[in-house]
């Protein structure tokens, strides 16, 4: 198998770390660099001083794309700056490789709709990475929904809320990804995770308002919080969900707290628990998922999409859900600016 890696920031390095766990030497990986500006990391991004990228781990370097795909690569991850991500996701496909697709898909609709018709018309097999889609206390709410475990849906809030300064600790946050609109940054398309398990625990919303901007003093040209209102159905029923999200946070903060006529749920990420309190059982039940390592969501999420390009099945997250939750995540930003209430179709 042949892999190409277009950029290798830190998300590249980790998903080429795991790559090579599961892997091991059976892969020939091509990275298709750049600016190589990132120092080589460890799995806690911390630098590593010793050696290269390129030979700790085999890779051959290559600073043209065109000639990065004439080595005919079954697998492309894309995972440079998400303002690049649809200009090459288009080329890798019209190649006739599968995609790895860092999230957020992109910045904006261009190109999208052409790039899902050159997707399917060639049957490739697409995932947009949102590794909390394999997050157990996650995948543990979804099910006591399934199971109707808290009656009918009330409300959900979703909060999400850290300090931008902080994310990577080997560079300016000022020159990063996050801090400049031009590259997918600000905090709607750098925290749209949210966005994604919002879609997946409660479907597509109907409508969207939201508030927010640049509120602080960090120094970014973008939105650093937002406070998003959308109106969803489940059940046939209307349910009010709400997202916040902001660069300033910290410590760190993510939970999502969804009510229900008959009790209900909180996950909380870094307390590492989701907690159910039904009145339909008079009980409380705790997951805990506190052995949980952070890497082992990128490496599920990578076994994933390796085992659904052997079997040439769908992702969990393929192209068109990984289009609507930037829909939702572009039309909250554009219910900023213009203050108006943004209707989904």
């Known amino acids: 198998m042949k892999v190409l890696f277009t950029g290798l920031g830190s998300i590249g390095q980790r998903h080429l770390r795991n790559l090579r766990k599961i892997l091991g030497s059976s892969v020939e990986i091509f990275a298709y660099r750049v600016l190589r500006e990132v120092p080589m990391l460890d799995d806690q991004l911390q630098v590593v001083k010793t050696g290269s990228i390129k030979d700790r781990f085999s890779v051959v370097e290559i600073d043209d794309l ?23 996701a288009i080329k890798a496909a019209k190649a006739g490789c599968h995609l790895f697709i860092e999230k957020p898909l992109g910045i904006s609709h261009d190109g999208v709709k052409e790039l899902i018709e050159i997707v ?18 996650l995948q543990k709410v979804a099910t006591w929904l399934n199971e109707k475990c808290i009656g009918n849906l009330v409300s959900a809030s979703l909060i999400l809320g850290e300090y931008l300064p902080g994310f990577h600790p080997y560079e300016d946050y000022r020159l990063g990804c996050s801090a400049l609109k031009k590259l997918g940054g600000g905090g709607i398309l750098s925290q749209i995770h949210e966005f994604d398990y919002a ?55 993510r939970t999502c707290t969804i009510i229900g006529d008959e009790g209900n749920i909180v996950w909380d990420y870094h307390e590492k628990t989701a907690i159910l309190q039904s009145r339909l059982t008079s009980k409380t039940e705790k997951f805990n998922f506190g052995d949980l390592e952070r890497n082992q969501l990128f490496i599920d999420e990578l076994k994933h999409f390796i085992s659904s390009v052997n079997k040439k099945e769908p992702c969990v997250v393929d192209l068109r859900s990984g289009y609507t939750s930037l829909q939702m995540a572009l039309a909250a930003r554009t219910s900023i600016e213009t203050g108006e209430i943004q209707v989904l179709k």
């Open 199 to 253: 879609l997946w625990l409660f479907g597509k919303p109907k409508r969207i308002f939201a508030l927010g901007g640049k509120l602080s003093n960090l120094d970014v040209d973008t939105e650093d919080t937002a406070s998003v209102l959308m109106e969803c159905q489940y059940d046939g029923r209307t349910l009010p969900v709400s997202l916040t999200l902001d660069f300033l946070r910290s410590p760190p903060h």
């Open 66 to 88: 065109d000639e990065a795909l004439a080595k005919k690569p079954d697998l492309v991850f894309i995972t440079n700056p998400a303002s690049f991500h649809i200009e090459i």
């Open 120 to 137: 399917e018309r060639k049957r490739l097999v697409v995932f947009v990475a949102y590794q909390l889609r394999f997050h157990p206390g």
